[in-house]
């Protein structure tokens, strides 16, 4: 926990704020005791969101399905204020450890009976989460707090406030809501979310907790391979006990439709008594011991009214928390993630793995690529940076000789294709690529695993691409889970057209939305609506939409889009028509920014789109 900011207030709503626990896309975070002495963690929303009425209306939606969820295996909501300037959400205090803290810092893997209470209990958080009209969206260990009584779930459900902008698993703001090894493949593919991608998450969540590893991995040995392996590839169930394996399986099953529902998880799961070993138990207790002595320490401070949120005259408001700081030292292990998510603990590969032999945690895996060629690299195979006809991205990750240790992104005009490909030599100079396989394909069935490919290293952000007699420049592109720059993000509007009828303009309208997420995901939603015209040409009154998504290719020298991809639900076979891919490029127009779409498929006059 940090101490409040001069510019921070002393308190919101009935809660007297005790001290920062961090800052998000949605808003700051603040640990706070309420007037009766109940610690609690107050969400404040950004200033900016607070401005968009939109936002503010799914917001108070979202409280307020947060509170009929009413506590049950979650922390409940204590308060909240939708209609201040800056809206704000209280959180109760969960007593408890992380599954996190308690498998990779403390005991180590739980036993085969405590990871089926661990799934009953969270299946039936689940359940009243999911009847309140809400998912999660980021069921990891680390917001799973381990109590006496049972499981809590913690910081859920008000990430899709930010829904106003994106219908899937991304936010408006910049953040993708989910954590690489604990996500869905819904949730890779940013495709709209159901109750189902939390069932999935809670099988990752489970065989975390019985082997102490995620079993897609960890993003440690590369976001966008970690993710690649949640679409595509088979749970690592190495370890997990053959008790355990039926339960995990039906949870990890790629097909939403295939996962049990957590209603009937809990139908089907017997809770032992006690639901957790002993060993663990006494932890709680020396837990709930330790907050209990740091509250009682924190409430020595004077109270502030409620009412009045300056600091008190004379006394400046860092020199009263000098004190507090250190009373809470203690307890902020436990507080930390009751709102936030806390930042993954260790070092480099190491973060997150179970107990091995290097100080309680696995040693990092082997590899032979040097450091120098890890990350994502782009560049232009045909055409120019100006003018891109055909683009390549590789984003390299760690591994040995014969692993798949490399995703390729490859779009033309008519298509995008991504793989994997595998590691046949490294060196400090080169990295050689040889077989490959196709995971995406737009459109379906077109594209053909890559060729050969050979890196070569030529600065520390240069290096010469080459496959059989073509040859390229790939410079380091962004990687992860955020790289579209904040420029491009949200909705665009086109430009009317020069020569439209004044009188018909309102009834072409063409939109496009751009979200945060990786390469490889559909990030970009345009939605176009015209109006028919009759056997003559002349209009008629009816309309017709053509919606499609398309996905992310490559940022690079511009955003890179493959080929769009129809909505069934919103596309008129008889007039509507796909576009292939695109390159997206912000410019300036009379001192104002203009999102303009470029084709990739021969010279044409531009989309030009501004800010609704």
Known sequence: MDPLNPEDPVAIGPFRLLGRLGVGGMGRVFLARSTGGRTVAVKVVHAELAEQDEFRRRFTREVAALERVGGTGTAPVLGSDTAAEAPWVAIGYVPGPSLRTVVADESGPLPPPSVRALAAGLARALTHIHAAGLVHRDLKPSNVLLTVDGPQIIDFGIARAVDTITDGGLTSTGAVVGSPGFMSPEQVRGERLTPASDVFCLGSVLVYAATGRAPFGTADSGVHATMFRIAHDEPDLTGLPPELAGLARACLAKDPADRPSAEELVGTLVVPEPWLPAEVLA??????????????????????????????????????????????????????????????????????????????????????????????????????????????????????????????????????????????????????????????????????????????????????????????????????????????????????????????????????????????????????????????????????????????????PYLILGPEIRDPENWDAKDCAENGASNLRIERVDGKERLFVYSMQGDSEPGEFARP
């Open 283 to 556: 932890r709680l207790g020396r837990h709930a011991a330790r907050a209990l002595e740091a509250e009682g320490a924190a409430t020595a401070r004077p109270e502030i009214p409620a009412a009045d949120p300056g600091p008190e005259p004379g006394r400046p408001r860092r020199k009263r928390l000098v004190a507090l700081t250190a009373a809470l030292a203690v307890a902020v292990a436990s507080l930390a993630y009751v709102f936030w998510p806390d930042p993954t603990t260790g070092i480099d590969e190491q973060k997150n793995r179970p107990r091995g032999t290097t100080d309680g945690v696995a040693a990092r895996p082997a590899g032979i690529v040097p450091g120098a060629f890890l990350g994502a690299w782009e560049g232009v195979l045909k055409g120019s940076a100006e003018v891109p006809y055909e683009t390549a991205r590789i984003e390299i990750t760690q591994g040995a000789a014969g692993s798949k240790a490399a995703v390729y992104v490859m779009v033309t005009g008519e298509k995008l294709c991504m793989g994997r490909s595998v590691l046949v030599s490294a060196n400090q100079d080169k990295v050689v690529l040889g077989e490959a396989d196709v995971t995406t394909s737009v459109p379906a069935g077109r594209c053909t695993p890559a060729a050969r490919q050979t890196l070569t290293l030529r600065g520390s952000n240069v290096l010469e691409w080459s496959s059989g007699t073509v040859k390229a420049t790939f410079r380091k592109a962004r990687t992860g889970t955020d790289v579209v720059p904040a420029a491009f993000l949200g909705r665009w509007k086109q430009v009317p057209l020069a020569g439209t009828a004044s009188a018909d303009a309102d009834r072409y309208d063409y939109r496009l939305t751009i979200t945060q997420g990786p390469v490889g995901a559909q990030l970009v939603r345009l939605e176009q609506s015209n109006p028919r015209t009759d056997s003559e040409g002349n209009l008629t009154g009816e309309s017709y939409a053509c919606h499609t998504t398309a996905v992310l290719g490559g940022t690079s």
